[in-house]
T-cell receptor
Framework: ELKVEQNPLFLSMQEGKNYTIYCNYS?????LYWYRQDPGKSLESLFV?????AVKQEGRLMASLDTKARLSTLHITAAVHDLSATYFC???????????FGGGTRVLVKP | GAVVSQHPSRVICKSGTSVKIECRSLDFQATTMFWYRQFPKQSLMLMATSNEGSKATYEQGVEKDKFLINHASLTLSTLTVTSAHPEDSSFYIC?????????????FGPGTRLTVL
């Protein structure tokens, strides 16, 4: 059974500082996704990572994937208030089509 | 980009009644649709996988007689919560999948908030 763990579960950030969210998964995966969810809303797709060493960046967010370590990171550079949200990673098991979600990381950026 | 709609966005019902939620892919044909539920401050849990014209595949612990899924076409799937109880109150999110086996993408609907009184 595929298990996906995120940490930390909650992250209080100061504006302007850098932070990292970690996503570990337990079995071989075809691809890994990062999503953002604002309160009361559905998911917004941020990144999809397909191969070992993949790195994607959009604005202040950068995601990377290490398939050997079964680890993905979401790095936030110079946090701003607008980044306050819950971030989820989700993994598709090799040869599968179902997403298994991590527990989510609630991010609160304070001035 | 691909758009998935859900209707209704919010529904309040009395205990014992049934509620139907629709999920539509608006500008693409979805090979597969998925239904998730999310309790407050928790993650998304997959309930079932739905393919057009065939029976849905339910995840362990999900009652198929309580959560009826119909996938009538490549653009429409419905989830009916039968004999709803307060513990069924949740945020229900559908997604629609398109693309090839390796490049497929799931597009998420905006969610339906169900409150059972």
């Amino acid at each position: 059974e595929l298990k996906v763990e995120q940490n930390p579960l909650f992250l209080s950030m100061q504006e302007g500082k850098n932070y990292t969210i970690y996503c570990n998964y337990s079995t071989t995966s075809d691809r890994l996704y990062w999503y953002r969810q604002d309160p009361g809303k559905s998911l917004e797709s941020l990144f999809v990572l397909l191969s070992n060493g993949a790195v994607k960046q959009e604005g202040r967010l950068m995601a990377s994937l290490d398939t050997k370590a079964r680890l993905s990171t979401l790095h936030i550079t110079a946090a701003v208030h607008d980044l306050s949200a819950t971030y989820f990673c989700a993994v598709v098991k090799a040869a599968g089509n179902k997403l298994t979600f991590g527990g989510g990381t609630r991010v609160l950026v304070k001035p | 980009g691909a758009v998935v709609s859900q209707h209704p966005s919010r529904v309040i019902c009395k205990s014992g009644t049934s509620v139907k939620i629709e999920c539509r892919s608006l500008d693409f044909q979805a090979t597969t649709m998925f239904w998730y539920r999310q309790f407050p401050k928790q993650s998304l849990m997959l309930m079932a996988t739905s393919n057009e014209g065939s029976k849905a595949t339910y995840e362990q612990g999900v009652e198929k007689d309580k959560f009826l899924i119909n996938h009538a076409s490549l653009t429409l799937s419905t989830l009916t919560v039968t004999s709803a109880h307060p513990e069924d109150s949740s945020f229900y999110i559908c997604s629609a999948r398109t693309g090839t086996a390796f490049t497929d993408t799931q597009y998420f609907g905006p969610g339906t908030r169900l409150t059972v009184l």
